[in-house]
């Protein structure tokens, strides 16, 4: 099952796709730099490389690889770290282990 889901609350566009036979997430988040009009919740400039691809193991084992990684400060490592949560929550909801 595939899913795209903005999330323009921390700035990142999230491909999912759940293995169910293999009960594990895939996913790979995009950094957005724009919404459509600038207030909606409608992302039209969506990074075309991923930042970070992965997947959730039913176990709640996660693993991670990076193409690469840039933060203009304590705000957007923020962002990073809500993008795992909300990665974890995408999980919980599919019946795998968050912990």
Known sequence: MKTIID???IW???K???????S???FEAFRIHGLAD???????D??????????VKFDGCMDVDSNSM????RYMTKQFGELF?????????LGLEDD
């Open 70 to 73: 840039h933060f203009c400060g």
């Open 38 to 44: 600038g207030t909606s919740e409608n992302p039209h």
């Open 24 to 26: 594990r997430l895939e």
């Open 85 to 93: 949560d909300k990665i974890y929550d995408k999980a919980k909801e």
């Open 7 to 9: 999330y323009p609350d």
């Open 46 to 55: 969506v990074e075309k490389e991923n930042m970070i691809k992965g997947y």
């Open 16 to 22: 999912y796709n759940f293995i169910e036979d293999e």
């Open 12 to 14: 990142y566009q999230v």
